[in-house]
């Protein structure tokens, strides 16, 4: 008997001293530049496969560790892993400082998603593109943003006039009214300036692009049924910045752009202006203009106030003047008459305000409030006939944001308003005025390490059109071997206006108003999955693919119908327009190689009409090639893209064809040299079919539905005074 109770006080003795051979620890986790607490970090005991991650004060806590030595690795989004050595129990604390570094794109926080999350814990798909391929496409375009917006997937930038160059954005084969572009959040650019606005927003003072396909009106409202373009400005630094780029064409295009920003302690100012001229060309000599007489000037200064750590203000005012003219060359030069009569000249002038307060009210939740006027006067003018209008959009927002360990949390209310105003001696009155009310509240949460769900919830309320509840869902999974998966969908609306690419390709001549007792709103749903993975290849090769399939319907869809007095009234269709299809992006990385790979496949059909016809104007197959050698020295690009055949809207096939591009940079201690080949190969319409039929007095202007300017070849400098380095 005593035997037994000797057993059992060892086996006692023994269990309450491997007891003791363990300790419950902290490990706390600090950014090295800044010492600041790193939140989401992970702690891994690589040996007991036991892991944890740190919470606001950057601690991740353990229990039962056992003593001893133990390799622990410690790694963050942004920063560079740390694999170490400890030993239990320490006396000391343990603390430990991980450097900045790692893979970029992943510790990159996307406004246009309203979280403070990086791209990998999103569970909405968004595109970025960042401030070194923005500065690609500022030399192979300095003009504006829409070489950025053409060369990306599943993106069409169609023309509408030849004469003015007028240019909307079609993203996965929708018309451009149906994609919402936003500076800094701010809708700028809707309504009667969206054909021209593409044409004056120049690249150089903006430092990244996102976009989001698929509907997202729940995240800023009616309007983004195809998805949305966030642009977001350069902001200052500690550091002063100062860029000065000019180009020339052989086009006889000059463009001038200064960008200057700095900041200290309590204030910050960023100034940004630009300068185009551009004589008239015409590469076919058939006596019409393919790139029109123009002169354009942009300014953008923005004034920043840090009163303390947690709160922000900053006041910016957008700035624009733009003519243009184009038609008959030689009316254009010397201002003939006889046959030489058409001309379609654009004098438009833009000014903008905005205004953004926030504040961190505490350790987890903050307060933004944004306010924005809009006013854009343009006159357009062509023989016999002048369209001449002001519209006036305000919008103010105020956002709520708590974000704890697991959930992100945004509660927002907004106001929109647009007024449209014709000039009184116009034979038709086309005013239109529209208020719309809008909350939304927007959750992520993290279901678990590898899974994340996002739920959104807006109601708008429109005070001709009613009412627009539109929910959103979105879910990520994403695991350590380099593979995740996002799928989403949600509902989106548009309030119709008269401002269509129909309406535009007629210079709106005899076209109605909106008539607000007979029309409906436009509705849509959509639904986007994609998968991502990411590896190497060979240990020496970076390969990354994500492939996309989405859906998009709108129903009620707004079409602009001849009348038998000769006059274009809008109605609703009878039935669903319907896009689906396909978009691959592949990239491969070796040394200072990078190739990127794109396959566009836009299937859109028009159910209201007979037969369900593809959509005029869009090409239903896309691909692209990009090849860039990028060293301290040099920078390279060589650019293959195809587009496919498409259709007219008398039922006409178009031919497909392929442009070309070579992008040549030198990198020196004042700034960088380069030249640009852009479309060398010369692809355009007049190529293939006639961009002008007769009379010539009163020309007819096609359809357009390949390049119209041809090959342009364009030399600059950058020069930065301040070295040659990023200071974004």
């Known amino acids: 008997m005593n035997k037994y109770i000797l057993s059992a006080m060892l086996t006692i003795i023994m269990c309450f001293s491997i007891k003791a051979q363990t300790s419950d620890i902290q490990i706390k986790v600090v950014s090295e530049s800044e010492n600041e607490p790193l939140l989401g970090a992970t702690v891994y005991f690589e040996e007991l496969e036991k892991g944890a991650v740190t919470d606001f004060d950057g601690i991740a806590t353990f229990t039962e560790i056992p003593n001893g030595e133990h390799i622990i690795i410690i790694s963050y989004l942004g920063f560079e892993t740390l694999k170490t050595t400890i030993l239990i129990p320490n006396n000391s604390d343990l603390i430990f400082k991980l450097k ?74 929708l018309d451009g009214r149906y994609t919402q ?79 200057y920003s700095k900041r200290n302690e309590k204030f910050g100012v960023s100034l940004y202006g630009s300068g185009h001229s551009q004589k008239v060309y015409d590469p076919e000599n058939d006596g019409f203009s393919n790139l029109p007489k123009t002169t354009s000037i942009s300014f953008n200064p923005k004034f920043f106030y840090y009163p303390s750590e947690k ?33 379609e000249e654009n004098i438009s002038k833009r000014v903008s305000s905005q205004a953004v307060y926030k504040t961190q009210i505490d350790s987890i939740s903050s307060l933004n409030i944004k306010n924005s006027v809009s006013f854009f006067d343009r006159n357009l003018t062509i023989p016999d006939f002048n369209f001449d209008g002001k519209q006036i959009n305000t919008f103010t927002e105020v956002t709520y944001q708590k974000a704890t360990s697991k959930a992100d949390w945004i509660f927002g209310a907004n106001l929109y308003t647009s007024n449209f105003d014709e000039n009184d001696n116009a034979t038709l009155q086309r005013d239109q005025t529209d208020i719309t009310y809008g909350m939304f509240a927007n ?63 007629i210079n709106f001549e005899n076209v109605l108003g909106i008539d607000k007792s007979n029309l409906k709103a436009e509705r849509s749903y959509g639904l986007n999955l994609d998968f991502n993975y990411k590896t190497r290849l060979f240990e020496s090769i970076g390969f990354s693919i994500n492939q996309l399939f989405y859906v998009s319907a709108i129903n009620n869809g707004l079409l602009l119908n001849s009348t038998d007095n000769g006059l274009f009234a809008f109605e609703n269709a009878t039935d669903e327009i319907l896009s689906k299809g396909a978009e691959t992006n592949i990239k491969f990385t070796y040394k200072d190689f990078r190739w990127f790979l794109n396959y566009a496949l836009i299937d859109t059909k028009l159910n209201y009409l007979a037969g369900n016809p593809q959509k005029p104007l869009t090409a239903k197959h896309n691909a692209g090639s990009v090849l860039m050698y990028e060293s301290e020295k040099w920078r390279i690009g060589y650019e293959t893209f195809y587009t496919g055949k498409q259709f007219l809207s008398n039922g006409t096939e178009t031919t497909d064809f392929v442009t070309m591009g070579l992008l040549l940079m030198r990198n020196f201690k004042f700034g960088s040299a380069f030249v640009n080949f852009e479309n060398f190969t010369d692809r355009r319409q007049s190529r293939f079919s006639p961009l002008v039929l007769p009379p010539h007095e009163n020309p007819i202007f096609p359809e357009i539905y390949a390049p119209t300017d041809g090959f342009i070849f364009s030399v600059g400098i950058i020069i930065k005074p301040f070295g040659n380095e990023d200071h974004d």
Do not use: C
């Open 311 to 343: 709160t922000s203000f900053w006041i910016g005012l957008n700035g624009t003047y733009d003519d243009r003219i184009g038609g008959d060359v030689t009316k254009i030069e010397s201002g003939e008459n006889g046959i030489h009569q058409y001309t």
């Open 443 to 505: 959750n992520i949460y993290d279901l678990s390490d590898n899974w994340i769900l996002e739920t959104g919830l807006r109601a708008d309320y429109n005070t001709d059109f009613g009412f627009f509840p539109l929910p959103r869902i979105s879910l990520l999974y994403k695991n350590d071997n380099g593979f995740s998966s996002r799928i989403g969908g949600g509902l989106g609306y548009k309030i119709p206006d008269i401002f269509t690419e129909e309406a535009e390709f």
């Open 100 to 173: 900045s570094g790692g893979n970029e794109l992943d510790e990159v926080v996307l406004q246009s998603s309203r979280s403070t999350r990086t791209v990998r814990k999103i569970p909405t798909r968004i595109e970025y593109i960042g401030a070194e391929e923005l500065g690609e496409k500022a030399i192979m375009n300095p003009t504006n943003i829409s070489m950025v917006l053409r060369e990306s997937t599943g993106i069409q930038m169609q023309q509408t006039s030849l004469s003015s160059g007028s240019t909307n954005i079609r993203i996965q084969g």
């Open 181 to 259: 572009l936003l500076r800094d959040g701010f809708p700028l650019y809707g309504g009667f300036s969206s054909g021209l606005s593409i044409l004056q927003i120049p690249p150089l003072d903006l430092q990244q692009f996102e976009i989001i396909k698929g509907s997202s009106s729940t995240l800023y409202g009616g309007g983004a049924i195809a998805g949305l373009i966030n642009m977001v400005s350069k902001t200052p630094d500690e550091e002063p910045a100062l860029d000065i780029m000019l180009t020339q064409t052989q086009a006889l295009g000059s463009t001038a752009n200064v960008f």
